[in-house]
């Protein structure tokens, strides 16, 4: 693959598989937050309580930067229409979504709301 841009989408979708155990270094830029977050989602997507999740990261900035993209995420989820939610979650993945994983993106945002500054990163 010659394309830097789709190389390195294939390798943080990789990443954010969460069948994988995965230690992720790589330059600053490159697109480690955005791999992790996408880890995140999956897991959640997946079954897991977001606040059973722990993410390690190096800075103050980068774990706020977590925090405010999870919000994010969780946000344009609940809003969205159901085939808005089916895209997003297929691009995320790289293979359409089941039934459960846009019923747990939908209802995603209520953990996070609960209790944001307790998410453990």
Known sequence: MNDPRALARVVQQEAAEPRRSVALAAAAGSGK???LVERIV???LAGADPRAVLAITFTRRATVEIKDRLL???FEGARASSAELAATLAALAGRPATEDERERAAWLLEPLL???AGLPI
């Open 33 to 35: 937050t955005k791999a």
């Open 42 to 44: 999956r897991l959640c």
């Open 114 to 116: 609960e209790d944001p």
């Open 72 to 74: 994010r995420v969780a």
